[in-house]
Every structure is written in C-alpha cells, then in structure tokens.
C-alpha cells in the first residue's frame, strides 16, 4: 500500500512541478519518500536579530515521507526563514503545523494547501 501511495504522489508532485509556476519541487530517486519543495510567492519572513518582518518570494520546506506515511503525515521542516503563526524557522526546529491529515490526501494537494497558508489565503 505505501509503495502505491509513493507512486501516486510522485505522478501528482510531477504534474504540480509542471503547472505551477509558484512552486517547484525536488527529488531523487524512481520512488521518492523525501522532496524539497520551494515556493515562489510573497510572505512574511524575519531574521533573528532584524526588528520587524519583511516580505519574501522565496520559502522552502523539505517533505519526509517516513515508514508510517501515508497513515500519519509526513514529516515537514521548513528550511528558509519564516514569520507566520503555522510554521517555525529553521533555529526553532522549522515545524509546520498543518492541521487535518487524511491517508487518502495527495502530496500535491498538501503542497497547495501550504501555498494558500504561507500567503495568509488560508488559515488553520
């Protein structure tokens, strides 16, 4: 079961890697469990140590499709610094909270999900 869930969201990674133009997606291998996965919009981020947040057009999260996926979430970590109440920055672990988790959803339609979240089009 884990290896065809594997293979449907890697035909639906690289379906969303095709049509958007906001997000673009890394992985390795003919059966990947691990994708980074970058999004070309606008959000808030802060730096340590700056004084108030900025806006930036470039925020990476890196997906772990651990041995319990697709029956718990994958493991998520965002990578590049980030100002929004769902998501930690690297220096505090990079934990994105997601909310709901259903073994049937895609990859791909997670990834929108945390498109529409980090442009405040969606709230959890």
């Not at 340590?48 to 997906?63: T, Y």
């Not at 996926?69 to 690297?90: G, Q």
Request: charged share 20%.
């Amino acid at each position: 079961m884990r290896e065809q869930k594997l293979l449907t969201d890697l035909h639906s990674m690289i379906e969303l890697n095709k049509k958007s133009a906001l997000i673009s997606v890394q992985y390795q291998g003919a059966l990947p469990d691990e994708y980074t996965v970058t999004y070309h919009c606008r959000s808030m981020t802060w730096i340590e140590g700056n004084k108030a947040p900025f806006i930036s057009s470039r925020h990476q999260v890196e997906i772990c499709l651990h041995k319990d996926y697709p029956r718990l979430p994958p493991a998520l970590k965002w990578l590049t610094n980030i100002f929004h109440p769902n998501i930690l920055p690297p220096y505090k672990n990079g934990i994105v909270c997601v909310s709901c988790w259903s073994p049937t959803e895609l990859l791909d339609k997670l990834c929108i999900r945390i498109g529409e979240m980090l442009q405040y089009k969606i709230t959890i």
